[in-house]
């Protein structure tokens, strides 16, 4: 019997594969453990479902609000029905009654709301109000 050159038998190998984010080599024989990342949300804001387009518009909603405000149509604009019907009630019913002064009320509650869409940068103008669920002010 003949052994010949025989290959050394290959000595396992522990490098971690480059693909296997998060790991690290092993330094001097002990083992890190991976570092993890966590990216934290600054305000807790409830995602909604918005009906239509996803992506609306801060000037088109505070274009609608400055002029068409007391009715409500900015409301709608972003998917607040309930809010829009509030607003669309107050003005014509509570504007019979209380002889525009409801109008006039909803009328600086919508300027308000302007103002506020308008200030926002538009990203944070749908993290807000299209994403979220902030309905007034």
Do not use: C
């Amino acid at each position: 019997m003949s052994t010949g050159n025989v290959p050394p038998a290959q000595q396992p190998s522990y490098e971690v594969p480059p693909d296997q984010a998060g790991y690290q080599q092993p330094s001097q024989g002990g083992y890190q453990a991976p570092q993890q990342q966590y990216n934290f949300v600054p305000q807790a804001i409830p995602v909604r479902q918005s009906w239509g387009s996803a992506t609306k518009e801060k000037w088109v909603a505070a274009a609608l609000a400055a002029f068409l405000g007391p009715f409500g149509i900015h409301k709608f604009y972003l998917g607040y029905k309930q809010q829009g019907q509030t607003m669309l009630l107050v003005t014509l019913v509570g504007g019979l009654f209380t002889f525009g002064l409801a109008l006039a009320a909803m009328g600086v509650v919508s300027i308000i709301e302007a103002v506020n869409y308008v200030i926002l940068t538009q990203e944070d103008f749908e993290r807000v109000y299209v994403y979220g669920y902030k309905a007034w002010f």
